[in-house]
Each structure stands twice: as structure tokens, then as C-alpha cells.
């Protein structure tokens, strides 16, 4: 098919094309490209034909027809036989041999705050992916470079000779992945940004694949990678300013972003400390070194090594109770620079500046073979506040019942939390019986030597027996929160009802698996 070589090379992703063009005019090859890609390739010194000149035919509707055009694909497309050989002399086609393209910043653009559904749209590639697919399509013959990071790479294999078919096809997997991943990043942008659809779902799985990946220390275990896939637009803390400290884990980021999302859920200025995914502490006050020492008193021993997450600004007096003991992560809006300088001394201590929440709507975890996606559990609108049993809890019962409440919907199931008005007494996560977490609550919050005459429990999910309120009420628990829901609710209210406990329904669980 001739002797000189052509590469057309049309891209929004202009690093590396100071090497990319150089070493290509350097083998001798002809370099098609359009507009802005053109100019900086002629800045690097490169010979360019432009597009339009190639096809003769000029660019129209302000840029949005440049490449699609028969000469262009017919020279992509031609398969390595005769026949194309003779049918692309005979039109006075030059076969293509190299198509490097990346696409217009679509993901970046939908996931840019205040975005509208016109900038949007306009970010959508149309001549880009047809390049690609069509140069992936016959990488038998042609070499398709979607990532800059390949050039190196692709120019040693042009040098000795152009790379096997193996590399091709592996370069052309490699395309046909990045357009299915842009089609899928239109698809999951585009129903937000048109306004309310039909489908309260529509594109939530395919919103992933707006994810920046930024890879982790390690997952679960040392020997397990680990990857955090982070959405533009949605904040939260996968987006948090790490300050100081060593490397991020799955776990540090497993346990923050449960730390966090508790303290946001709180009635108050407060701050929650969390190991393995469960709350050990929280504390409410609006000095937040008062809140901390609140939260770690829940239980001092488990909260060791443990990620501490504080809803509202930090300074000194926070930093210096914080780093009096050994943790992981700390987590708040913001950490004053004299908190800093306290925090510095514990050189490995993670601490993150986050503004607020994340207003993300959908939850995510992996099964065999898939994944599940649910709606997030989010804000308690909706809610009752039903006193069910003859005995109406008293003011400062109501306010330890709210926290209560707030607390165990972030404690795995099922769960029972027991408290007072500004702090958490115990936690009792995870059991198999409701009654078991009753009563590991209860002893936990004894072990620390709290007393317990007088507070408050709150459970994710209904009673099934009695025999839950009787172990609560036996440790001199005078109120509880639930949502109510068993066929054994009478029976559960009149044991309540015995033992003098006032009880609270709201129509809602909380289960967190």
C-alpha cells in the first residue's frame, strides 16, 4: 500500500504531543489533524497536513464535521488484501495506518458544578468514537492510541517495526473500552441534567463510569489491591483534602466515609469516632475538644487506632486531645492551622479537610458476578415520633432518643444503641438476636463504667419479643426508640407498659448490612 506511512492524530488531550509528533515525522510518516491538535504539533516543529485539505472538503457547522468524511474512513478501513489495495489506488485514497484520538472532556464538563444540559451536549464526541471504533474495528492493519501515556510505548514498537498483532488488539480493546465508557458516562449525565425522568434509576450504574481512579495503599488486606473510583460533581469525602499523614487505605476510607456520614446525621455540633465500620463513640457539644472526649469516653478501648470525624471546624484544644492517643484518620470541614501544627507531630496521622456531605443519592456493593445498587439512606423527613405506651418520655428522654436514633441507623444490624442527652453510652452491632445486641450494649456501656439509670436505647429495626425492652429495662433504661412493625408490637408496648419504659415508634427502620 506505498511507502509513506500516515498518521491522523485529533485530540482534546494534548500532553505528550511534543514527543508524539517529532518521533513520527523522524520514521518518515505523514501527520493528518485538525484545528487545535494541529497547531501544537506545528509548535513541535511537525510538517501537518490539515484535514480539510486531505479531503478537500472544509470544515463546517462551526467544527462539528471535520473528520467524517469517505476519505478519512476509507483510508482507515481498507483491510490489509488486494482488493482494498487496488479499490483505494484507484479513488486516489492513501490508506491510514496510525488514528491517535481522545475525546471531548465530557465527563469533566457534566461532572463542573451549575453544568446546563446545552454545555453538556456540545462535549459530546461524534467524529472521535467513529475514528476510533473504525481504526479499532481493523487493527489488523491499523494502530489506534486512545491514552497519552501509550506514545512512548507505540513509537518504540513503530521503530522496530510496528508492533505485533497481539499489541494492536490489545491497543484496540483498549478503544473500543474508552468509547463504551464515554457513551456510558453520556447515558448516566444526561438524565440529571434534563431535569426529573421517568426512572428514579436511570443511569445510576453507569454513572461509575464518570469515575476518576485513584489507586489505594491496599484493599481489606495488604495483600489485596485497592482502588477508590471517585464521581466529579458529586463532593463528599472521596473528594477530601488530604492535609498530612501516610497513604490512604480501603479501610481508612471504608471507615471515614462511615465516621462521616454519622456526623452529619447528628442533632448537633458533635463527633463520632469509628473502628471497623462500627461508631465506638459520639459526643455532642459545640466545643468540639469537649465533643471529642464525649465521644472517646463511649468506650476509651476501642476507640484506639480508630478514624474521628467532627461535623464543624477544628483548632488546637481538638488537635491536642486527638493525638493524647493513637488513630487513624481524622475527618472535619476544616483544621485551623493551629491544629495543624499539633497534628504534625503525629507524622503518620491521616487528617482530611472535607467541606460538607455528599449529596450522592445511591449506595453501592458488590455480589458474585454483579453489583447492587440501592438508594441512599438519606434525611428523616417522613418520620413519626408515635409515643405508643401510657408513659410519655420527658423532654431530656426525647433529646437522648433523637441521638440515640441518629446513631444506630450508621451501627451494623442489628443494633441497639443506649445513651444520654449529648453522648453515647454503648453499642451493641451486628448480632444475629435483638436481644443479644441489648444486652452487648448494655454490658459494653457497663465495662467502661457508665452509668446507665435513667437513659435512653434506640434499635435499628422492630422488637420481635419482649424480651429485648425487659433487658433494657432491667438495666435502668427508662425510654426507647423503634420503628415498630412486628406482630408482636402490642406485646412489646405492653411489657413497656410493666416496666414503666415510655416508648417511641417511627414507622421507619434503619437496617445498615
Known amino acids: 500500500m506505498g511507502v509513506e506511512r500516515t498518521a491522523l492524530i485529533s485530540v482534546s488531550d494534548k500532553s505528550g504531543l511534543h514527543r508524539l509528533g517529532p518521533g513520527l515525522v523522524e520514521m518518515g510518516w505523514r501527520l493528518l489533524s485538525t484545528g487545535g491538535t494541529a497547531e501544537a504539533l506545528r509548535a513541535a516543529g511537525c510538517p501537518v497536513t490539515d484535514v480539510a485539505e486531505h479531503t478537500e472538503f472544509p470544515e463546517i457547522l462551526g467544527g462539528r464535521v471535520k473528520t467524517l468524511h469517505p476519505r478519512i474512513f476509507a483510508g482507515i478501513l481498507a483491510a490489509p488484501t488486494e482488493e482494498h489495495e487496488r479499490e483505494l489506488a484507484g479513488l486516489g485514497i492513501p490508506p491510514i495506518d496510525l488514528v491517535v484520538v481522545n475525546l471531548y472532556p465530557f465527563r469533566e464538563t457534566a461532572g463542573r458544578p451549575g453544568v446546563t444540559l446545552a454545555e453538556a451536549v456540545e462535549q459530546i464526541d461524534i467524529g472521535g468514537p467513529s475514528l476510533l471504533r473504525a481504526a479499532a474495528k481493523n487493527h489488523a492493519r491499523v494502530t489506534v492510541v486512545v491514552d497519552p501515556g501509550d506514545y512512548g510505548t ?138 471529642f472526649r464525649k465521644a472517646r469516653a463511649t468506650d476509651p478501648l476501642s476507640a484506639f487506632g480508630g478514624v474521628i470525624a467532627a461535623n464543624r471546624p477544628v483548632g488546637r484544644e481538638f488537635a491536642e486531645a486527638v493525638v493524647e492517643q493513637f488513630a487513624e484518620v481524622v475527618v472535619a470541614p476544616a483544621v485551623d492551622g493551629a491544629a495543624r501544627e499539633v497534628f504534625a507531630a503525629k507524622k503518620n496521622l491521616r487528617v482530611l479537610e472535607c467541606p460538607g456531605p455528599s449529596e450522592a443519592d445511591v449506595v453501592l456493593r458488590s455480589t458474585d458476578g454483579g453489583f447492587l445498587l440501592q438508594e441512599a439512606d438519606l434525611g428523616w423527613e417522613g418520620e413519626e415520633r408515635r409515643v405508643v405506651t401510657r408513659r410519655e418520655p420527658t423532654g431530656e428522654e ?116
Not at 468509547?179 to 438524565?191: G, K, N, Q, R
Not at 483534602?241 to 448537633?268: C, F, H, I, T
Not at 444503641?417 to 444475629?432: H, N, P, S
Not at 425492652?469 to 408496648?493: F, K, W
Request: net charge neutral.
Open 154 to 291: 507505540v513509537l518504540d514498537a513503530l521503530r522496530e517495526g510496528g508492533g505485533d498483532g497481539e499489541f494492536r488488539r490489545a491497543l484496540a480493546l483498549k478503544a473500543f473500552r474508552h468509547t463504551a465508557a464515554y457513551d456510558a458516562a453520556i447515558s448516566a449525565a444526561l438524565p440529571g441534567l434534563a431535569g426529573p425522568g421517568p426512572s428514579r434509576t436511570a443511569g445510576a450504574a453507569e454513572r461509575l463510569l464518570l469515575a476518576e481512579e485513584v489507586p489505594l495503599r491496599y484493599g481489606e488486606n495488604p495483600h489485596q489491591w485497592g482502588l477508590l473510583a471517585r464521581v466529579p460533581g458529586e463532593g463528599g469525602l472521596a473528594w477530601a483534602r488530604q492535609l498530612q499523614g501516610k497513604e490512604l487505605s480501603y479501610n481508612n476510607l471504608g471507615d471515614a466515609g462511615g465516621a462521616w456520614r454519622l456526623v452529619w446525621d447528628l442533632p448537633g455540633a458533635g463527633v463520632a469516632v469509628i473502628k471497623h465500620a462500627n461508631p465506638c463513640g459520639v459526643g455532642l457539644d459545640g466545643d468540639m475538644a469537649e465533643a
Open 398 to 513: 426525647r433529646e437522648a432518643l433523637e441521638l440515640a436514633w441518629r446513631v444506630v441507623k450508621h451501627v451494623g444490624s442489628n443494633a441497639i444503641v443506649v445513651g444520654k442527652g449529648d453522648r453515647i453510652l454503648g453499642i451493641g452491632a451486628g448480632q444475629m438476636s435483638r436481644v443479644d445486641a441489648a444486652k452487648i450494649a448494655v454490658a459494653k456501656a457497663r465495662e467502661m463504667g457508665h452509668d446507665l439509670a435513667g437513659s435512653v436505647a434506640a434499635s435499628d429495626a422492630f422488637f420481635p419479643f419482649p424480651d429485648g425492652i425487659e433487658s433494657l429495662a432491667e438495666a435502668g433504661i427508662r425510654a426507647v426508640i423503634q420503628p415498630g412493625g412486628s406482630i408482636r408490637d402490642a406485646r412489646v408496648v405492653e411489657a413497656a407498659d410493666g416496666l414503666g419504659v415510655a416508648m417511641v415508634m417511627t414507622g421507619r427502620r434503619h437496617f445498615r448490612h
